[in-house]
């Protein structure tokens, strides 16, 4: 297949170009729909790329993709798997499609918070509740104490 291309987006503003040569793909038997041939067709892919070692990646890049998908990455590899359809084609172009939406969004660089003061309506609600749980509580007092 051809370089996997990621769209423009923050932290990318040119978008990226991943080499296909650095791209690990790897054709299993998958689960699932497929009639007599799903036990004979590779299916399933598992399309794998080292973000170490990637020319596509800036070192800025790199540790934010690195921190943001630490849970993903098996040292430093990410491994895509696709196998919702029956063609092993259409697994490919999910599972880039899949690859390329992921780095889009690990590449962004974080959006700060602003503080905001909470609304009039949030604080109204806010008491409300207050009031009524302690309506609720003192209701459960036993009969005869001084009030």
């Known amino acids: ?24 793909e790897q054709f299993t038997r ?12 590779d299916s399933r892919v598992q399309l794998s790329i080292d973000l170490g070692s990637t020319t596509a990646l ?11 998908l630490g849970g993903r990455l098996v040292g430093t590899v990410l491994t895509i798997t696709a196998a919702e359809h029956r063609s092993q084609r259409q697994n490919r172009l999910a599972a880039r499609e899949r690859l390329s939406d992921l780095l889009r969004e690990a590449v962004a660089p974080a959006v700060a918070r602003r503080s905001t003061r909470p609304t009039g309506g949030s604080r109204r609600r806010r008491l ?3 009031r009524r749980r302690a309506e609720t509580k003192a209701g459960r007092k036993r009969p005869g104490s001084s009030d």
Do not use: C, F, Y
């Open 1 to 24: 297949m051809d370089d996997l291309r990621v769209p423009p987006g923050p932290g990318a503003p040119h978008g990226l170009r991943i080499p296909d040569v650095e791209l690990i």
């Open 30 to 41: 998958a689960s699932g729909p497929g009639g007599q041939g799903v036990n004979t067709t």
């Open 58 to 68: 800036d070192d800025i890049q790199r540790t934010r993709v690195i921190s943001r």
């Open 128 to 130: 409300e509740g207050k």
